[in-house]
């Protein structure tokens, strides 16, 4: 059987969050970059992307006859396909709270980040501050959370994944996390720690700076990483 495919791109949220899951649950898999116009807001032309995925957008992972785009349906497939190592909690309860929380940082925490988009070099635009206000309130929110625990839904999960993911992006455009929320800040470096979330953010970080892009701080060891394994290869 050909191995797994995922399509993604150097600088897609929602495609590292994908590849994150693929890199946690450790078969083998084939990445296929695909080129974008330069910019936030590209949109992918490749081919196989365009046929499978009405929107055009990545992630799409191929998986035989089994064709799927979007990163919530693709980590939903992983777990029934590959259920070991487990990435949602024991119990339907637990598993709903996870699921909750992989929405809310896709539809809440990165759609509000999101409004940040442009606005880089106008922090004082009425629309930048409320966005970084909202994004200190659903930051405290999650310092709460973590009171008693290391991860967001109990043990690590793709709700980890992705609120990590949509905090990365909010690093780059303004809404920075800070001293205010400690426990948020020693989960972020925890899962940071991970292998297949070092690989991925490591990447992408190369790629910024390859770009003339800004990269936040806390990523540059994981980016130094990723540039030394470049010139092992």
Known sequence: MPPLRLYSGPLSMFGAKAEIALREKGGPFELVMVPFVKGDRYEPRHPE????????????????????????????????????????????????????LELEADEIVFMNIARLFGLEETPDDPVAIDARATAARHYAALEARLEG??????????????????????????????????RLLAWRAR?????????????????????????P?????????????????
Do not use: C
């Open 49 to 100: 992307v365009m046929r499978i995925n009405p929107k055009g957008q990545v992630p799409v992972l191929v998986d035989g006859a089994v064709e799927l785009f979007d990163s919530t349906l693709i980590m939903e497939y992983l777990e029934d396909a590959f259920p070991e190592p487990a990435l949602w909690p024991a119990g339907a309860a637990a598993r709903a709270e996870a699921r909750r």
């Open 149 to 182: 625990r290391d991860h967001l839904a109990g043990p690590y999960s793709y709700a980890d994944i992705a609120l990590f993911m949509a905090l990365f992006y909010g690093e780059r455009k303004g809404a920075i996390l800070t001293e205010a929320t400690p």
């Open 191 to 215: 899962v940071l720690a991970r292998p297949a979330v070092r690989t991925v953010i490591g990447r992408m970080g190369a790629w910024l700076a390859s770009e003339g892009r800004d990269v």
């Open 217 to 233: 701080d806390y990523v540059r060891d994981a980016v130094a990483e990723a540039g030394a394994g470049d010139r092992s290869e």
